[in-house]
């Protein structure tokens, strides 16, 4: 399973991406929004694009950004205008009636689209027949609402290795690593997260706990 940051923080991508376990971002609206909140101006369409086109730099692996029209031609017309970016971008697409139109005409013009606030397999049916190569079903937000994230992204799975689809799966919304560890043994392709997660992945006190050991004993021997 790739791991993706779930993000629009250039420097969290840098720190993550120097790892050498980063495959790819996926942003939306509101993590944009983040970014830009209070400061004064407003956000113009030029420097979004150069935003995203840094950060298609730095992550080296496709990137997902998000229309922000809620109309398909409108939707298509801002997806050309984001694929033409960069090589790396893959247009975020909602999953409703107007994405649904949007998607089947981008994926026939060869734009990769990611459909996205997934929550049902039916919704992940229909995007994987418009030609999305993504789905990104929300597990912490279907958790939320005290039904089971999990068992939906199973269904999500499964449907698509029965009916061979050729869409890949984004566990999104994840919220802690536990959500990590599911969506791999479950067989999500991606699983995207905030970079907090992706910090979490890495720690373990006992870790620490045994690095400081050996580092106390070689001390005491060391030439
Ligand atoms: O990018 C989509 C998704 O990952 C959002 O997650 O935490 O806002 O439910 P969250």
């Not at 080296?60 to 998000?66: I, L, N, R, Y």
């Not at 912490?140 to 698509?160: H, N, Y």
């Not at 992706?198 to 021997?221: N, S, Y």
């Amino acid at each position: 399973m790739e791991l993706y940051l779930d993000t629009a923080n250039l420097e969290e991508i840098r720190e993550i991406a120097a790892w050498g376990v980063l495959s790819g971002v996926t942003t939306n609206p509101t993590l944009v929004a983040k970014e830009y909140a209070g400061r004064g101006a407003k956000l113009t369409e030029e420097v979004l694009f150069a935003h995203l086109r840094a950060i298609c730099e730095v992550a080296k692996g496709p990137v997902s950004a998000e229309v922000t029209a809620l109309e398909a031609g409108a939707m298509v017309e801002e997806g050309l205008r984001l694929a033409a970016i960069h090589p790396h971008i893959v247009v975020k697409l909602p999953t409703t009636e107007e994405g649904l139109k949007a998607c089947k005409r981008l994926s026939t013009q060869g734009v990769k689209v990611n459909m996205t606030l997934i929550f049902s397999a039916n919704q992940a049916l229909l995007a994987a027949r418009a030609g999305a190569a993504y789905v990104s079903p929300f597990l912490g937000r279907v958790d939320d609402i005290s039904w089971d994230g999990g068992e939906l992204l199973r269904e999500i799975v499964e449907l698509i290795q029965v009916q061979n689809l050729p869409v890949k799966v984004i566990a999104a919304s994840i919220r802690h690593p536990r959500h990590v560890t599911e969506a791999a043994l479950l067989g999500a392709d991606i699983a995207t997260m905030p970079y907090t997660v992706f910090k979490q992945l890495l720690k373990h006190p006992l870790t620490d706990i045994g690095l400081r050991r050996f580092m106390e004993d070689w001390e005491k021997v060391k030439p």
